[in-house]
């Protein structure tokens, strides 16, 4: 092979490089934002001191606040599944009166993604009967299904019941 072949080939060969390179650089460029580091188990686990803290404003619409607006609550101490904003609302309208303090005993916590996390376990309540003033213990078990919605946290399902051997 002469000089010149040889340097014509490498000249090839290094425009062919140049090529792949730059369009491999415009791939990575237009594949889209870099996604969120995922959440710590501890992140998720405390978005129920946000949620709890908003029970404590005796406000329904700041609870509801916490939920997407296509989220579906299956809550304690009512038979009807709740699958909108107002229909949320309304059951903490009715639950709110109660002074209700909640405090987890167990949690697991799954992360499945940087956009969605599962808080399962069991939590108690503290209620209080507004009329008599007497406070009376609640064992519940629990699911909250969070997603990350135009960055914030929301409840997209929240599932709680009372415990069947409690």
Request: charged fraction near 25%; glycine fraction near 6%; proline fraction near 5%.
């Amino acid at each position: 092979m002469t000089r010149r072949t040889m340097s014509k080939r490498a000249a090839a060969v290094t425009v062919t490089t140049v090529l792949a390179l730059g369009s491999l650089g415009t791939v990575a460029a237009t594949a889209g934002p870099q996604h969120d580091a995922k959440p710590s188990k501890k992140q998720i686990a405390a978005l129920f001191d946000g949620w709890n803290a908003a029970l404590k404003t005796g406000d329904p619409e700041k609870v509801a606040d916490r939920y997407a607006p296509d989220a579906v609550l299956l809550p304690t101490v009512s038979n009807k599944i709740r699958t909108d904003r107002a229909e949320i609302v309304d059951y903490f309208e009715h639950f709110l009166p109660n002074k209700p303090v909640g405090k987890k005993v167990e949690t697991i916590v799954n992360v499945l993604d940087s956009n969605s996390a599962i808080d399962t376990g069991i939590y108690e309540f503290t209620l209080t009967d507004p009329k008599t003033g007497d406070k009376r213990v609640v064992e519940a078990r629990y699911t909250y299904e969070y997603e990350k919605r135009a960055g914030k946290w929301l409840i997209v399902n929240h599932h709680s019941s009372v415990m069947p051997e409690g």
